[in-house]
């Protein structure tokens, strides 16, 4: 893997919290994570860190690559607390727009720094009106993260340009109920990368990690076996 998009496509259901986990976990492979959320960046007001270096300047760097250089030199947060490496994005949505657009334009400098370590996207809310739409075709492997209700699957199901996108797509299950991992797959027609622990802390303890764990695995694995999804079925109310 070297681009991981982590994405929904309706309300909240803990992309970020999944994508600082594996940016954590991720780590001894040199994992990044790149806040790429179109309705502005959270993380530096969180943490308490300053917002550039950032997504801007990575952006630029990456449309105008410098030969031999890491286009990550020098980008980089570290957050002692949660364990990760971070490209913070402006709080502005129209700031993190233009830098979404210039990165699109510039998938080579995407790749090009993906090829060194796994990148995680954390795209937020994705649908094709929204300004980071065009990163999810730069992604190797795009990772929708839904709950395990009616209405998320519902919204999920409707969302048909997941089965186009062209690098490899599945679904992270957040385990709110009532539907199960393979009640999900048959709704969604997608790869299951995993389930894990509904919260909106983050993902540690001993269940959390394994978890975490499971989809870091699977989305690591360069050569899957084909997967013949099913044919989406109706999600029925219980």
Same mark, same amino acid.
């Given at each position: 893997?070297?681009?991981?998009?982590?994405?929904?496509?309706?309300?909240?259901? +803990?992309?970020?919290?999944? *994508?600082?986990?594996?940016?954590?976990?991720?780590?001894?492979?040199?994992?990044?994570?790149?806040?790429?959320? *179109?309705?502005?960046?959270?993380?530096?007001?969180?943490?308490?860190? +300053?917002? @550039?270096?950032?997504?801007?300047?990575?952006?630029?760097?990456?449309?105008?690559?410098?030969?031999?250089?890491?286009?990550? #030199?020098?980008?980089? =947060?570290?957050?002692?607390?949660?364990?990760? #490496? %971070?490209?913070?994005?402006?709080?502005?949505?129209?700031?993190?727009?233009?830098?979404?657009?210039?990165?699109?334009?510039?998938?080579?400098?995407?790749?090009?720094?993906?090829?060194?370590?796994?990148?995680?996207?954390?795209?937020?809310?994705?649908?094709?009106?929204?300004?980071?739409? *065009?990163?999810?075709? =730069?992604? #190797?492997?795009?990772?929708?993260?839904?709950?395990?209700?009616?209405?998320?699957?519902?919204?999920?199901?409707?969302?048909?340009?997941?089965?186009?996108?062209?690098?490899?797509?599945?679904?992270?299950?957040?385990?709110?109920?009532?539907?199960?991992?393979?009640?999900?797959?048959?709704? %969604?027609?997608? %790869?299951?990368?995993?389930?894990?622990?509904?919260?909106?802390?983050?993902?540690?303890?001993?269940? +959390?990690?394994?978890?975490? +764990?499971?989809?870091? #695995?699977?989305?690591?694995?360069? @050569?899957?076996?084909?997967?013949?999804?099913?044919?989406? *079925?109706?999600?029925?109310?219980?």
């Amino acid at each position: 893997m070297s681009v991981i998009g982590v994405c929904s496509v309706k309300g909240a259901p +803990g992309v970020t919290v999944l *994508a600082t986990a594996l940016a954590a976990h991720g780590q001894s492979a040199g994992a990044v994570l790149i806040e790429a959320d *179109a309705a502005g960046g959270d993380l530096a007001l969180k943490f308490g860190i +300053g917002q @550039n270096p950032g997504l801007a300047q990575f952006a630029a760097r990456a449309r105008h690559p410098a030969p031999g250089r890491d286009v990550l #030199d020098g980008l980089t =947060s570290r957050i002692a607390s949660q364990a990760f #490496d %971070l490209v913070p994005a402006p709080v502005e949505p129209a700031a993190v727009a233009a830098s979404l657009g210039a990165l699109a334009a510039s998938p080579g400098g995407l790749a090009a720094a993906g090829r060194r370590r796994p990148l995680i996207l954390d795209l937020g809310r994705v649908d094709p009106r929204s300004p980071g739409f *065009a990163l999810v075709e =730069s992604c #190797d492997v795009l990772c929708l993260v839904v709950r395990g209700d009616l209405a998320s699957l519902g919204h999920a199901r409707e969302a048909t340009w997941l089965a186009e996108t062209p690098g490899r797509s599945g679904f992270v299950l957040v385990d709110t109920g009532p539907y199960r991992a393979h009640e999900a797959a048959d709704a %969604l027609a997608l %790869l299951h990368l995993g389930t894990v622990p509904f919260g909106r802390r983050p993902l540690t303890g001993r269940r +959390g990690a394994r978890a975490v +764990g499971a989809v870091w #695995d699977a989305l690591s694995e360069t @050569n899957p076996e084909p997967v013949t999804a099913p044919e989406p *079925a109706q999600v029925s109310t219980r």
